[in-house]
């Protein structure tokens, strides 16, 4: 129901043209160091991620737009190994520096993608080194300073990817829409359990996408999932340039003005399940299967011998 909502609420909100698919990855050599330090860490990873693309889609050699994004942080791959990533929902475009045009991407690709990643590892280590100088991260016991691991870093051709815009927005946004409302691995992926072992399925990206069968002991399965449970309290997706929540009334609200057509106001927001369900599928779910007629109520009995007086 969760997932139907943001679906919705967002696919109102995103200005009415393609959107790009961009992924920003860390290197294998950062994982203890944000495993060990999550919230911040993975703070961190966003504000350097949502910097990166503004900064680079602001420079005149390049886009020179003021974009927008929303952003959804992973931390799992097929096997659910630990693989911290961030999917981002990227318009294929952005507002003019003087805020009186649009000024569309090309259709090919929004920005080069060895520029990004290069910009990208650049902040990313920079924020890195100052959140350990100020106390704010703590270093794996083995790593005497940040150095070592920056020098590792800077060994590894980081990566950003950029697929090429979705025809329509809707296919962007459910694709990402399924991983947001829960962790990991869903039912339908797990085969059995049995004589002490998990089996469940996966897609081999190696082979074109195909799906394989691995089995783990019951324990490298539970340790497994339980790497991707995020601290409490934690937000796992950000909004970023004109699709920043400050910026939804003024400058997101100035780019369907300019593209020349109206928002939708999303038409899920505000429901509770029960309303949820009925729009959904036109089903009553209070409906009596008995008589066919009336409607269920949920009734409270209180039982005499546990009433107090007073």
């Known amino acids: ?112 993608v060895k520029v990004l990643s290069a910009v990208f590892r650049g902040i990313l280590c920079r924020q890195l080194k100052q959140g350990i100088d100020d106390g704010i991260l703590r270093l794996p016991e083995e790593i005497p300073d940040f150095d070592v691991i920056k020098k590792q870093c800077y060994k590894k051709k980081w990566v950003v990817y950029c697929h090429k815009p979705f025809s329509g927005k809707n296919s962007l946004i459910q694709y990402l829409g399924n991983y947001i409302h829960r962790v990991a691995i869903s039912n339908h992926r797990i085969i059995e359990h049995k004589n002490g072992k998990v089996s469940f399925w996966y897609k081999n990206y190696k082979s074109a996408g195909m799906s394989r069968c691995l089995s783990l002991n019951v324990d490298e399965f539970i340790r497994r999932f339980m790497k991707h449970v995020l601290p409490a309290g934690f937000y796992k997706i950000r909004y970023f340039g004109f699709m920043a929540i400050c910026n939804i009334k003024t400058k997101l609200a100035l780019c369907f003005e300019i593209i020349g057509k109206t928002a939708f106001l999303p038409a899920l927001t505000g429901l509770n399940s029960i309303d949820l369900w009925r729009t959904l599928t036109n089903i009553d779910p209070l409906y009596c299967p008995r008589c066919k007629t009336g409607k269920m109520r949920l009734q409270v009995a209180l039982s005499a011998n546990n009433l107090k007086p007073g």
């Open 1 to 112: 129901m969760k997932k139907v909502q943001w679906v919705d609420k967002l696919s109102a909100n995103l200005p009415p043209v393609k959107q790009f698919h961009v992924v920003f990855t860390i290197p294998r050599c950062l994982y203890k160091l944000f495993y060990l330090n999550q919230e911040k860490a993975y703070s961190l990873f966003f504000k350097a991620a949502g910097k990166t693309l503004l900064q680079c889609a602001a420079s005149p050699k390049y886009l020179g737009i003021q974009a927008g994004a929303v952003a959804i942080l992973h931390t799992w791959g097929q096997t659910l190994v630990y693989h911290p990533h961030i999917h981002m929902i990227v318009p294929a475009g952005g507002l003019s520096e003087d805020l009186m045009e649009w000024v569309p991407a090309g259709n090919k690709f929004f920005l080069p």
